[in-house]
């Protein structure tokens, strides 16, 4: 069984700063790409952020700039600072990891249940 829970969310003003947090857990051989994504009521989910096993990065136009992921390969986590928030930041974020849960296993997509985040005065 593999989890990922996400920790974080809340409510922050326009201009806020805000961090998620994303921890795998369960039987784990190795994870590749981590990533945030986030969805609001009526449209797909978007990716916002990505991060390879070896720290490359990639970003959602919308967000470059302002957020910031990281990984912690030991603690099986994935981070996302997130600065300058803007009511347009409002949405549930979901972590997602790519996950070999043995040496001889497939690698899957895994999601968190999401957390939600809300930017308002």
């Known amino acids: 069984q593999v989890q990922l829970v996400e920790s974080g969310g809340g409510l922050v003003q326009p201009g806020g700063s805000l961090g998620l947090s994303c921890a795998a857990s369960?039987?784990?051989?190795?994870?590749?790409?981590m990533a945030w994504y986030r969805q609001t009521p009526g449209k797909e989910r978007e990716l916002v952020a990505r991060?390879?096993?070896?720290?490359?990065?990639n970003y959602a136009d919308s967000v470059k700039g302002r957020f910031t992921i990281s990984r912690d390969n030991g603690k099986r986590a994935v981070y996302l600072q997130m600065n300058s928030l803007k009511p347009e930041d409002t949405a549930v974020y979901y972590c997602?990891?790519?996950?070999?849960?043995?040496?001889?296993?497939?690698?899957?997509?895994?999601w968190g249940q999401g957390t939600p985040v809300t930017v308002s005065s």
């Open positions: 369960g039987s784990i051989f190795s994870i590749n790409f």
């Open positions: 997602n990891a790519d996950i070999r849960r043995s040496w001889f296993d497939n690698e899957y997509t895994y």
């Open positions: 991060i390879s096993g070896g720290g490359r990065t």
